[in-house]
């Protein structure tokens, strides 16, 4: 028996939503899930109002609440603003809390056998699409596949997500194009010697950036 966790994305205006599921809920599984979510709209919006999670903010809450870097970071690169919701402020995050206590009764999967994730998600993925299509969006009178056919055009462009990462730091490259990063030594492209690029310890990789680029 498996634990498991579902990420839930819903656009406010047309009530168009992604679900994703996941084994855990790290760092790496927090942008991964994010990744995943953001495909499926195809698009990524202006603001994102999340959850008070250690993996989106680190300590306090709301306004006050002390971004967590790596989140930070991921959101800087994926081109969104991040919007903590405010403690004890059901209404913040209304719809999408609406939207997943709707989900435990139309279309249930659980109680169910899954012979994996992956059959798990496409079935989830197809119920989605076609709750869309059938359910009515309040704020539009259309439906929400509909009404998300349209939002879908003011969204940001898709960029090239970021790896998923849970450590980002800082670091000065060396005379001799290196950096050292978590015990150890990288090269990287002579050009950038002794200039300050921004290093990710990612799931199978570690990323060097430098101007919003990728460059080892």
């Known amino acids: 028996l498996l634990v498991l966790y579902a990420f839930c994305l819903l656009l406010s205006h047309s009530r168009m939503r992604a679900v994703v599921w996941s084994l855990r809920k790290d760092q790496l599984a927090w942008h991964h899930v994010h990744n995943e979510a953001l495909r499926r709209i195809g ?18 809450a709301g306004s006050w609440g002390v971004i967590n870097g790596s989140y930070r970071t991921y959101a800087r690169t994926a081109r969104f603003h991040i919007d903590p919701s405010r403690p004890r402020s059901p209404r913040d995050k209304g719809k999408v809390e609406r939207s997943i206590r709707d989900q435990r009764h139309v279309g249930n999967p659980y ?18 699409e076609l709750r869309a299509q059938r359910r009515i969006c309040p704020a539009t ?15 940001g462009a898709l960029p090239l997500l970021p790896e998923p990462f849970d ?10 194009s290196t950096v050292h990063f978590e015990g150890r030594t990288y090269s990287v492209p002579f050009r950038h010697a002794d200039r300050v690029v921004e290093v990710r310890g990612c799931a199978r990789v570690v990323q060097v950036w430098s101007d919003s680029e990728i460059v080892a």
Do not use: H, M, Y
Request: charged share 35%; no cysteine.
């Open 43 to 60: 698009g990524v919006p202006a603001v994102i109002r999340v959850d008070n999670e250690k993996t989106a903010v680190e300590r306090g």
């Open 167 to 176: 450590l980002v730091q800082s670091r000065r490259v060396g005379i001799d």
């Open 111 to 128: 109680g169910r056998d899954w012979r994996s994730l992956g059959e798990l998600q496409s079935w989830t993925d197809e119920r989605t």
């Open 141 to 155: 009178g259309e439906t929400i596949w509909e009404s998300f056919q349209k939002e879908k055009l003011l969204l």
